[in-house]
């Protein structure tokens, strides 16, 4: 498998408090890699370095070989090729859905209006939007905020798609929208990482489980190992957190 | 009603050469105001302690301060002070600015840090620069919630501006005194209708700026 994103090393810390420890992890293309832990582990720190939106003080992210790097000029080019998803809907409120989709591929790739607003509109269709192409952010719900977001990133024609707990603000009967569009992306051989707390998405849409506590990498496998036989302590610790019984 | 005296002799010129006054002040000082306001506003965000102390003491000291203290200061105080002779619009110029400023710095400020950090960064994460993250994410969005405060302090500014009469300039509302004055014989009411027409002057100067913030809040409400 030709791998495309490859971590070395990583490790970051903010003033005495370190976030994220060598980290080592080799993403090929097409593979979908599932980032879980506890809250504050880590993850979403993992996927910010990823795209250069924190400093990486030691060890390296690398896309394709080519070394990510915020305080250098080819940041920018770099993170045409990585799309990014938050948690919290990040669409610009000023600007219809449509034109926050068009933003980018305009702005940046200086790519052709006609043909922009084309494949907009057909992404908008696929996540099932068509009709709301001409309404502002916030007459939309949070899934379907989220939704256009993913578009937004997906225009670009990321190699890599970053996911980071982008249901973790939706209400439960939202979560399920956002999720299908994510597994439809799957289907389609999309190279993603995705940060979830949702363990049964986890399960059906991943490659690869990795599970990070405290900063460093305490588990990775297959998601049927992973969530049937745990090889650690912690990550039997961690899974059995999402399990309930009475008594 | 008293309305009369307006039409007698060049009344009503006069009237309308007073209101002239009032707004070149207020326009000029405004115009030094929005300028000022945003270099200021945009470096009370930077988190320098010390200009941040300096800048807030600033502001404590306009808020607390009426106008027409601030006028008195500096118009009396400071030829007193110095010798340095202000002329009465100087004065005034430098005090509306003075205050403008202030007020205008803190408004930007506020527009400023209300636009989440997420706005910048997901505009970065698209790959857009950092002038193109300005220019098209948040230069629109810090318009959009400036405009109605700004407007509500250039309406502000320009009703202070009946204070300046106080150090001797002669506007739209001296002018309607001396009216009143000089018609006490003959049209004892006259202050009923000098000022209703005084009214309706600073209404047709103010309403259509008002009128102009409700359409932009409303169109930008989409």
Same mark, same amino acid.
């Given at each position: 498998?030709?791998?495309?994103?490859?971590? #070395?090393?990583?490790?970051?810390?903010?003033?005495?408090?370190?976030?994220? #420890?060598?980290?080592?992890?080799? @993403?090929?293309?097409g593979? @979908?890699?599932?980032?879980?832990? *506890?809250?504050?582990?880590?993850?979403?720190?993992?996927? +910010?370095?990823?795209?250069?939106?924190?400093?990486? #003080?030691?060890?390296?992210?690398?896309?394709?070989?080519?070394?990510?790097?915020?305080?250098?000029?080819?940041?920018?080019?770099?993170? &045409? +090729?990585?799309?990014?998803?938050?948690?919290?809907y990040?669409?610009?409120?000023?600007?219809?859905?449509?034109?926050?989709?068009?933003?980018?591929?305009?702005?940046? %790739?200086?790519?052709?209006?006609? &043909?922009?607003?084309? &494949?907009? &509109?057909e992404?908008?269709?696929?996540?099932?939007?068509?009709?709301?192409k001409?309404?502002?952010p +916030?007459?939309?719900?949070?899934g379907?905020?989220? +939704?256009?977001?993913?578009?937004?990133?997906?225009?670009?024609? *990321?190699?890599?798609?970053?996911?980071?707990?982008?249901?973790?603000?939706?209400?439960? #009967?939202?979560?399920?929208?956002?999720?299908d569009?994510i597994?439809?992306?799957?289907? %389609?051989?999309?190279?993603?990482?995705?940060?979830?707390?949702?363990?049964?998405?986890?399960?059906?849409?991943a490659?690869?489980? @990795?599970?990070?506590?405290?900063?460093?990498?305490?588990? %990775?496998?297959? *998601?049927?190992?992973?969530?049937?036989?745990?090889?650690?302590?912690?990550?039997?610790?961690?899974?059995?957190?999402?399990?309930?019984?009475?008594? | 009603m008293?309305?009369e005296? $307006?039409?007698?002799?060049?009344?009503?010129?006069?009237?309308?050469?007073?209101?002239?006054?009032?707004?070149?002040?207020?326009?000029?000082? !405004?115009?030094?105001?929005i300028?000022?306001?945003?270099?200021?506003?945009?470096l009370?965000?930077?988190?320098?302690?010390?200009?941040?102390?300096?800048?807030?003491?600033?502001?404590?000291?306009?808020?607390?301060?009426?106008?027409?203290?601030?006028?008195?200061?500096?118009?009396?105080?400071?030829?007193?002070?110095?010798?340095i002779?202000?002329?009465?619009?100087?004065?005034?110029?430098?005090?509306?600015?003075?205050?403008?400023?202030?007020?205008?710095?803190?408004?930007?400020?506020?527009?400023?840090?209300?636009?989440? =950090?997420?706005?910048?960064?997901?505009?970065?994460?698209?790959?857009?620069?950092?002038?193109?993250?300005?220019v098209?994410?948040?230069?629109?969005?810090?318009?959009?919630?400036?405009?109605?405060?700004?407007?509500?302090? $250039?309406?502000?500014?320009?009703?202070?501006?009946?204070?300046?009469?106080?150090?001797?300039?002669?506007?739209v509302?001296? !002018?309607?005194?001396?009216?009143?004055?000089?018609?006490?014989?003959?049209?004892?009411?006259?202050?009923?209708?000098?000022? =209703? !027409?005084?009214?309706?002057?600073?209404?047709?100067?103010?309403?259509?700026?008002?009128a102009?913030?409700?359409?932009?809040?409303?169109?930008?409400?989409?």
């Open positions: 498998m030709e791998e495309i994103l490859k971590i #070395e090393g990583l490790s970051k810390s903010f003033d005495d408090l370190t976030v994220l #420890e060598d980290i080592n992890l080799t @993403v090929a293309k593979e @979908v890699v599932v980032i879980v832990g *506890p809250s504050g582990c880590g993850k979403s720190t993992l996927l +910010r370095c990823i795209n250069g939106l924190e400093s990486i #003080e030691e060890g390296k992210v690398l896309l394709d070989g080519e070394t990510v790097n915020p305080t250098t000029g080819n940041i920018r080019k770099l993170r &045409e +090729r990585i799309g990014m998803v938050f948690q919290s990040d669409l610009f409120p000023h600007m219809t859905i449509l034109d926050n989709i068009m933003l980018a591929p305009l702005k940046v %790739q200086k790519r052709d209006k006609a &043909e922009v607003k084309k &494949e907009a &509109e992404l908008l269709a696929r996540v099932g939007l068509s009709s709301k001409d309404n502002y +916030r007459q939309l719900s949070g379907q905020k989220q +939704r256009v977001a993913i578009v937004r990133a997906l225009i670009m024609n *990321p190699e890599v798609l970053l996911f980071d707990e982008v249901t973790a603000a939706l209400d439960p #009967e939202m979560v399920r929208e956002v999720l569009v597994l439809d992306l799957a289907s %389609q051989d999309r190279t993603m990482i995705i940060v979830t707390h949702e363990m049964a998405f986890a399960k059906a849409i490659d690869r489980v @990795v599970l990070l506590d405290a900063g460093t990498i305490v588990e %990775q496998s297959d *998601p049927i190992s992973f969530f049937e036989s745990p090889k650690t302590e912690r990550a039997k610790k961690f899974l059995s957190t999402f399990e309930y019984s009475k008594q | 008293g309305i005296v $307006i039409f007698k002799g060049k009344n009503l010129i006069r009237l309308l050469e007073g209101l002239g006054i009032a707004m070149k002040i207020s326009m000029i000082s !405004v115009a030094i105001s300028v000022l306001g945003i270099i200021l506003g945009m009370m965000t930077m988190k320098k302690p010390a200009v941040n102390a300096v800048l807030r003491a600033y502001l404590e000291i306009v808020r607390i301060m009426p106008q027409m203290v601030l006028l008195f200061i500096v118009f009396f105080g400071i030829t007193k002070m110095t010798g002779n202000l002329s009465a619009e100087t004065a005034s110029l430098i005090v509306f600015s003075f205050w403008g400023t202030a007020e205008m710095a803190d408004l930007v400020r506020g527009s400023l840090i209300s636009i989440p =950090a997420i706005q910048y960064e997901s505009s970065m994460a698209l790959g857009l620069s950092g002038f193109q993250t300005y098209y994410v948040i230069i629109p969005q810090i318009i959009r919630r400036l405009i109605p405060l700004s407007i509500n302090l $250039i309406t502000r500014m320009i009703k202070t501006t009946s204070l300046i009469m106080m150090i001797g300039i002669v506007e509302l001296k !002018v309607g005194q001396q009216i009143i004055e000089a018609n006490r014989k003959t049209s004892p009411k006259a202050a009923f209708g000098v000022f =209703a !027409v005084i009214f309706l002057l600073y209404y047709l100067v103010c309403g259509p700026i008002s102009l913030s409700k359409m932009l809040e409303k169109r930008w409400e989409n």
